[in-house]
């Protein structure tokens, strides 16, 4: 299972986009990266996830380069709903449960 | 409603009680797991349950007993509780196999606390 490296917090102000980048240096060809946010006093939520290139939902875009390596979360224009902890996670999808959640990033956003 | 429904929400206890946390989910999903988070909030996998069969037990002591009495219930009990059992305790749950993305969907968490 891949480890990954992301920064411990981040601050921003509502309206602004955040990118959080994750490093995955010794990802797998059958590994995927998946993006879970967590609220405080809540489990963690599925966010998104990719292979290769990028993906968007209603809720973010994930880009990821060539070489995978790495990968970007992008938050669109964040409100103080943003505020949490994301985590980046780099597995294969039959193997995802036994990730360990790392520290994530906390962004707090400001008004 | 709740996908992933977990009770107690808050348990407080004596070191060396019993105590039991349960899990349901309405979600269809073959797999169950308990994720233990500790305070420096990093996550980790204690068990995982298919079709009530255990698959995983990530070298949890075995005061952790999981019981699962059908694929959408798992319960964890715990005997001779020990301060370092303190945690937030999450059930989750997933459908994994062709086609999934594994996603896993997570109750809000029971906040044990041993004193």
């Known amino acids: 299972l891949a480890k990954t490296t992301q920064p411990i917090s981040m601050d921003s102000y509502e309206g602004q986009e955040v990118n959080i980048t994750c490093s995955h240096n010794n990802i797998a060809t059958n590994d995927y990266i998946t993006w879970y946010q967590q609220f405080p006093s809540q489990g963690p939520r599925f966010i998104i996830q990719?292979?290769?290139t990028k993906v968007t939902n209603e809720v973010a875009s994930l880009f990821i380069p060539a070489d995978r390596k790495s990968s970007t979360l992008s938050l669109p224009r964040v409100s103080l709903s943003d505020t949490a902890v994301y985590y980046c996670?780099?597995?294969?999808?039959?193997?995802?449960?036994?990730?360990?959640f790392g520290s994530g990033t906390r962004l707090l956003v400001r008004p | 409603d709740t996908a992933v429904s977990q009770t107690p929400k808050y348990l407080v206890t004596q070191m060396g009680n019993d105590k039991s946390i349960k899990c349901e989910q309405n979600?269809?999903?073959?797999?169950m797991y308990w994720y233990k988070q500790d305070s420096k909030k990093f996550l980790k996998i204690m068990f995982s349950?298919?079709?009530?069969?255990?698959?995983i037990n990530e070298t949890v002591p075995n005061r952790f007993s999981p019981k699962s009495p059908d694929k959408a219930h798992l319960n964890l009990h715990i005997n001779s509780l020990e301060l370092g059992d303190s945690a937030v305790y999450f059930c989750?749950?997933?459908?994994?196999?062709?086609?999934?993305?594994?996603?896993?969907?997570f109750g809000e968490g029971s906040r044990l606390t041993v004193l």
């Open positions: 349950y298919n079709n009530k069969e255990l698959i």
């Open positions: 979600l269809g999903h073959d797999t």
């Open positions: 989750a749950s997933s459908q994994l196999g062709q086609g999934s993305t594994g996603e896993l969907f």
């Open positions: 990719g292979y290769k």
């Open positions: 996670l780099v597995g294969d999808v039959d193997s995802s449960y036994k990730l360990i």
